[in-house]
């Protein structure tokens, strides 16, 4: 079994389309892929259903009988229904989580079609991403400067606003007072204040799923949200960016590394009870990279929960769990793969496979999706800062000379 840890598991039922009736088992979450796998009931004979993340098209919450909660996974046209789960919401949140990350770091991948690759493809895709990766920050800067244009006009549009009222005051002053002057000694000069890079803090953000746990074993639902972490500490926020619970770093005594998708973050307070968090989040190693030289001392690495690991009387070569079977229960299966492998060594001797050249094309689409769009973008700037220099050079502010001695 390439897999011996599942993310995590929950009991529930499947509902079987052919016989039209429900099937209890357990759902497990690994990393590329969920498995549903039924009890021992002879009269069931149901195999282990297996979807893999990159297959999945939808999961959305319903409902069976408009009472019991159950959840739907599309695979293309086909629905899949589970149902009887203990926490219907959690289990939505960790299978979504898994689900879209996945696919986000599999399409950002070079080679992520690793199966049949030549040399040659392997080049012109890494050239190909290459050039993509080029565009998108060229795209994001483009928009920045968008939004710094955007910034600029309205704050002429203000300084415009605000030099019609000054002028009005001006008036009102002259028709009670007269002139009058200012001097430059009156006006309070201040020191300019210079900002490096040094100064400005670094703040990192990682998608992932977190839970208030207590020491007897309770728990409440898992939600997805964001991991902020700086030199403040620990930042646990939902989805619509609110505060949830800050770590400083001198208040967090430990933190528990479970297994390589969770962690307890633990806060230990005299007379207080603890505050632990449950952290699970697919970029969990590259968060430990981060939080390794703010908190080395206090990470521990503790062997993974029971329920994630294999029985030790297992036979993997028995098993129901159909994660990678490599044993062949006939001859035939035994042909079968080896033809497979003589496909794949001829596919290696190709200069470039189909997949590649689909790889290919669908880059090339995207860069030109990316082009137009920065085109598009390219004009609106311009016109835009053809309308701010027309603003600056031709100004009528109206507002008379104030002498200054």
């Not at 099937?23 to 039924?38: A, C, D, K, M, R």
């Not at 080049?123 to 928009?143: F, H, I």
């Not at 204040?193 to 400005?200: A, E, G, H, L, S």
């Not at 409440?220 to 930042?235: A, E, F, M, P």
Request: glycine fraction near 4%; proline fraction near 4%; charged fraction near 25%.
């Amino acid at each position: 079994m390439a897999a011996e840890f599942s993310i995590q598991h929950w009991e529930a039922s499947y509902y079987h389309t052919p016989k039209r009736k429900w099937v209890y088992g357990t759902l497990h979450v690994y990393p590329n892929f969920i498995i549903f796998i039924s009890n021992p009931d002879p009269k069931q004979a149901l195999k282990d259903l297996k979807i893999s993340f990159n297959s999945m098209t939808e999961i959305r919450k319903a409902t069976t009988g408009l009472i019991y909660s159950a959840l739907i996974i599309s695979v293309g046209r086909t629905q899949h229904w589970m149902s009887s789960l203990s926490n219907r919401d959690s289990a939505f949140n960790v299978i979504d989580h898994f689900w879209r990350e996945t696919l986000i770091l599999t399409s950002k991948k070079p080679g992520s079609h690793s199966s049949g690759q030549t040399r040659l493809g392997k080049e012109l895709l890494k050239v190909a991403y290459d050039s993509e990766n080029t565009l998108q920050g060229a795209a994001v800067l483009l928009q920045k400067q968008g939004e710094q244009l955007d910034h600029a006009a309205g704050t002429m549009m203000d300084l415009h606003n605000d030099l019609d009222v000054v002028d009005n005051i001006l008036v009102g002053l002259e028709s009670w007072l007269g002139k009058w002057s200012t001097k430059m000694s009156d006006v309070p000069m201040e020191e300019p204040v210079m900002i490096d890079k040094n100064n400005i803090p670094q703040v990192l953000e990682f998608p992932m799923l977190y839970r208030r746990v207590d020491r007897k074993g309770g728990s409440i639902k898992q939600n997805q949200g964001l991991l902020r972490i700086s030199r403040d500490g620990l930042y646990v926020l939902d989805t619509k960016q609110r505060l949830e619970q800050h770590f400083m770093q001198r208040d967090i005594s430990s933190i528990s590394v479970l297994t390589p998708w969770e962690m307890n973050v633990t806060s230990c307070m005299i007379g207080m009870p603890d505050l632990i968090y449950s952290i699970m989040s697919v970029k969990l190693i590259n968060i430990l990279k981060v939080l390794e030289p703010m908190f080395h001392r206090k990470i521990q690495y503790e062997e993974p929960p029971v329920h994630c690991m294999l029985p030790a009387d297992t036979d993997t070569s028995k098993s129901k769990d159909v994660i990678e079977e490599k044993t062949f229960s006939s001859p035939l299966e035994e042909l079968c793969a080896q033809d497979q492998a003589q496909s794949q060594i001829h596919q290696s001797s190709q200069v470039v496979t189909e997949a590649e050249v689909q790889e290919l094309d669908q880059v090339i689409a995207n860069m030109k999706s990316m082009a137009l769009d920065i085109g598009k973008e390219q004009g609106e700037q311009t016109k835009k800062i053809d309308a701010l220099t027309e603003r600056w050079t031709l100004p009528t502010f109206g507002c008379r000379k104030i002498r200054v001695e």
